[in-house]
T-cell receptor
């Protein structure tokens, strides 16, 4: 079964506000995590990744936080824009010797203009 | 630069038929992975290939097979199609493996009648 899951299936935010999308994982061997954005009719688009030797990583308008103690991952989007509306997935790799990414079910982010 | 390209974009087959899906990775990428995405769910891992060798296989029946060519492109083959094989089939490429950012194509939408 899947070990990566999301707390909220849907999230609605006002344009300009910050968004936080959460993800829980259960496999303590997981040491590489990726966030993807998937728009309707398209494949997942890479947003940002983080390895387990880091707690935080920042990109353009996005920040990923990793809490290994509670096995929790979050994606923060600053100044959310209508173009950010999509389904967001977190995915994990379960350490050396694992050749796959395990995805959660996704969170749908809707931005209200 | 061209991203991951997949063909065909859409395909309709009947039960019992065979299908071949194709993927061209990003130039310079040697690793290709295949995923199946059923509507409303996250992608499920099928295969990972690196340097023409299968490195990983997900929990899919032997009706599913794949190969990678010397130019790093890849094919996914599915025999004896079932209604449950209807899904979006995604190909992802990365420089060397799954513990690096994997970039997805827009997939092949396979419908089984």
């Amino acid at each position: 079964g899947e070990s990566v899951g999301l707390h909220l299936p849907t999230l609605s935010v006002q344009e300009g506000d910050n968004s936080i999308i959460n993800c829980a994982y259960s496999n303590s061997a997981s040491d590489y995590f990726i966030w993807y954005k998937q728009e309707s009719g398209k494949g997942p688009q890479f947003i940002i990744d983080i390895r387990s030797n880091m707690d935080k990583r920042q990109g353009q308008r996005v920040t990923v936080l990793l809490n290994k103690t509670v096995k929790h991952l979050s994606l923060q989007i600053a100044a959310t824009q209508p173009g950010d509306s999509a389904v967001y997935f977190c995915a994990e790799n379960r350490g050396a010797g694992s050749y796959q990414l395990t995805f959660g079910k996704g969170t749908k982010l809707s931005v209200i203009p | 630069d061209a991203g991951v390209t997949q063909s065909p974009t859409h395909l309709i087959k009947t039960r019992g038929q065979h299908v071949t899906l194709r993927c061209s990775p990003i130039s310079g990428h040697k690793s290709v992975s295949w995923y199946q995405q059923v509507l409303g769910q996250g992608p499920q891992f099928i295969f990972q290939y690196y340097e023409k060798e299968e490195r990983g296989r997900g929990n899919f029946p032997d009706r599913f097979s794949a190969r990678q060519f010397p130019n790093y492109s890849s094919e996914l083959n599915v025999n004896a199609l079932l209604l449950g094989d209807s899904a979006l089939y995604l190909c992802a490429s990365s420089l060397e493996g799954v513990r690096q950012p994997q970039h997805f194509g827009d997939g092949t939408r396979l419908s089984i009648l």
